[in-house]
């Protein structure tokens, strides 16, 4: 399984953007996913991960509230929908995924694949 990650851009503080994490294989529907970012100089931290029920979403406190993150199996897609956007949410945003049915999955040794990143900017 590849995961290709896209959507990033630049965007003004208090606008919006849509991230995709887009599938190559056959069994999305078998993978649990997240979303981790990681800002210049810093650690990569999690953001947002979904298990295989569509509605299952956890947020990371920072992002609660904001951000929304969904699943299209047909589609094999994940997206990030990034609302409300602040300077401190500039980083590269990477989508993972896993094998399994799993609610919380808030570590990055948790998942087994990895996307290449998409950056985020968020001016001031």
């Known amino acids: 399984v590849q995961l290709q990650a896209s959507g990033g851009g630049l965007v003004q503080a208090g606008g919006s953007l849509r991230l995709s994490c887009a599938s190559s294989?056959?069994?999305?529907?078998?993978?649990?996913m997240g979303w981790f970012r990681q800002a210049p100089g810093k650690e990569r931290e999690f953001v947002a991960s979904?298990?295989?029920?569509?509605?299952?979403?956890y947020y990371a406190a920072s992002v609660k509230g904001r951000f929304t993150i969904s699943r299209d199996n047909a589609k094999n897609t994940m997206y990030l929908q990034m609302n409300s956007l602040k300077p401190e949410d500039t980083a590269v945003y990477y989508c993972?995924?896993?094998?399994?049915?799993?609610?919380?999955?808030?570590?990055?040794?948790?998942?087994?694949?990895w996307g290449q990143g998409t950056q985020v900017t968020v001016s001031s």
């Open positions: 294989g056959r069994t999305f529907s078998k993978l649990s």
């Open positions: 979904i298990a295989w029920d569509p509605s299952s979403g």
């Open positions: 993972a995924a896993r094998y399994g049915n799993y609610y919380l999955l808030a570590r990055e040794e948790e998942y087994a694949m």
